[in-house]
């Protein structure tokens, strides 16, 4: 019953920017340190970035390093990633999770396409 649900991705042009959006139907995430993932065709799924429960904190793969923030406002129960100077190896389908306490069934993700 509890749903992870993406939003905000679409098609971009190299050097465009996004912003994702996580939110849990059924759960309340702001309990929860929360991570991005992506997963590329043919490819398997693999880190982004993560949040801590507070915001105080977050950690980033190499490969998006001062290109992507991500953030949270727990008043809405939502985490965000802001995403930058996007390239055509970023494309992938976008997906969320809380790491505490272990993952949930994951969502449907949200598609992210650079291309020109």
């Known amino acids: 019953q509890v749903r992870l649900v993406e939003s905000g991705g679409g098609l971009v042009h190299p050097g465009g920017s996004l912003r994702l959006s996580c939110e849990a139907s059924?759960?309340?995430?702001?309990?929860?340190?929360v991570d991005w993932f992506r997963q590329a065709p043919g490819k398997e799924r693999e880190f982004v970035a993560d949040i801590t429960w507070n915001g105080g904190s977050s950690d980033y793969a190499d490969f998006v390093m001062g290109r992507f923030t991500i953030s949270r406002d727990n008043t809405k129960s939502a985490v965000y990633l802001q995403m930058n100077n996007l390239k055509p190896k970023d494309t992938a389908v976008y997906y969320c999770n809380k790491r505490t306490g272990g993952f949930l069934p994951w969502g449907q993700g949200t598609q992210v396409t650079v291309s020109s």
């Open positions: 059924g759960l309340n995430l702001s309990y929860y340190n």
